[in-house]
């Protein structure tokens, strides 16, 4: 089974699954989703497999730094991605992506069902 592994390279938890997921036997291929213009047609469907409310990072700085009116775009579903693709950062990371499957997150569900 191919993994990926979206985030960014200088994410301690994203360095940790990569980790965990290299020493359980498996190759994770890494995307930095600032770097990576592809993904940006990826992020709608992260949205939909994993939810608005779990795709979105609203701890990070970055989200304390937005303005009310993008905050609330964050609650639009028509307008969560864009908000996503323009702030990747508010992206909670890692996002791993299997050939049916996208998890949010390096959770103790997460390392249970990829083994890491």
Same mark, same amino acid.
């Given at each position: 089974?191919?993994?990926?592994?979206?985030?960014?390279?200088?994410? *301690? $938890?994203?360095?940790?699954?990569?980790?965990?997921?290299?020493?359980? /036997?498996?190759?994770?291929?890494? &995307?930095?989703?600032? =770097? *990576?213009? +592809?993904?940006?047609?990826?992020?709608?469907?992260?949205?939909? =497999? &994993?939810? *608005?409310?779990?795709?979105?990072?609203? #701890? +990070?700085?970055?989200?304390?730094? @937005? +303005?009310? =009116?993008?905050? #609330?775009?964050?609650?639009? =579903? /028509?307008?969560?991605?864009?908000?996503?693709? *323009?702030?990747? $950062?508010?992206?909670?990371?890692? &996002?791993?992506? $299997?050939?049916?499957?996208?998890?949010?997150?390096? $959770?103790?569900?997460?390392?249970? &069902? @990829?083994?890491?």
């Amino acid at each position: 089974m191919s993994i990926t592994v979206y985030g960014l390279k200088n994410c *301690e $938890t994203c360095r940790k699954a990569m980790t965990a997921l290299e020493e359980g /036997g498996r190759r994770p291929a890494f &995307v930095d989703i600032r =770097a *990576e213009p +592809s993904v940006s047609g990826l992020i709608p469907g992260w949205i939909k =497999a &994993v939810g *608005e409310a779990k795709i979105i990072n609203r #701890a +990070s700085m970055t989200w304390r730094k @937005l +303005s009310d =009116a993008d905050k #609330a775009r964050a609650d639009d =579903a /028509g307008k969560l991605a864009a908000l996503l693709d *323009e702030h990747r $950062t508010l992206i909670k990371r890692p &996002v791993i992506a $299997t050939a049916d499957t996208v998890h949010v997150g390096w $959770t103790k569900d997460v390392k249970e &069902v @990829l083994g890491g």
